[in-house]
């Protein structure tokens, strides 16, 4: 059964929808894709927003392509400058979360719910949970030991679709912990 997964890490962005791309960019406005990433379709774009809270403001990326629903996935380091809390969550589940504003070159908008810190997460195919022996939804634990600060993430959460490839998510905070720079590789404990 195998066991080692790529780990990378997500710096703060935000997926924004339709309707708020073109409030924030312009009606019609086209993401330019800077960089592809792990996962098959998304992308890394050259636009950036500035997201505010009550104490601070940050500047982030846009990941494309356009979502459902506009979401900022931030640390707890962001949320802090930021000034708010933030809910731990899975992506795509904004339900309650937390409102910032959000402001590109040709508007501004201010969303009620969005503002997440992402659960940690490991994307398989169905093909890949089968070869790991893991399932979606299943919580797992991940170690990695490779730069004099070992560190066990546990609550990492499996999500498995035909759209992924297999890639562990964690953000700036849970990297700086464990001393990840760039990507490396850890061990699924199940
Ligand atoms: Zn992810």
């Known amino acids: 059964m195998k066991k080692e997964i790529m780990i990378e890490t997500s710096a703060r962005h935000c997926h924004l929808s339709r309707a708020d791309l073109d409030t924030l960019f312009g009606e019609g406005y086209e993401l330019t894709n800077k960089k592809d990433l792990s996962q098959p379709g998304q992308f890394a774009c050259e636009e950036k927003v500035v997201v505010s809270g009550p104490k601070g403001s940050l500047k982030m990326s846009i990941l494309g392509p356009v979502r459902k629903a506009t979401q900022v996935e931030l640390s707890f380091t962001d949320a802090r400058a930021l000034g708010v809390t933030a809910p731990i969550r899975e992506s795509g589940d904004i339900a309650g979360s937390t409102g910032v504003t959000i402001e590109g070159p040709k508007g501004k908008i201010e969303i009620a719910e969005g503002a997440i ?67 490396v590789y850890g061990e699924i404990i199940k």
């Open 117 to 183: 810190i992402a659960k940690r997460h490991i994307h398989f195919t169905p093909e890949e949970a089968a070869e790991y022996g893991v399932e979606d939804k299943q919580i797992v634990s991940v170690r990695y030991e490779g730069t004099g600060r070992a560190i066990i993430f546990g609550d990492v959460v499996v999500r498995v679709s035909p759209k992924f490839a297999a890639a562990m998510h964690i953000d700036t905070d849970e990297a700086n912990a464990g001393a990840i720079a760039g990507t």
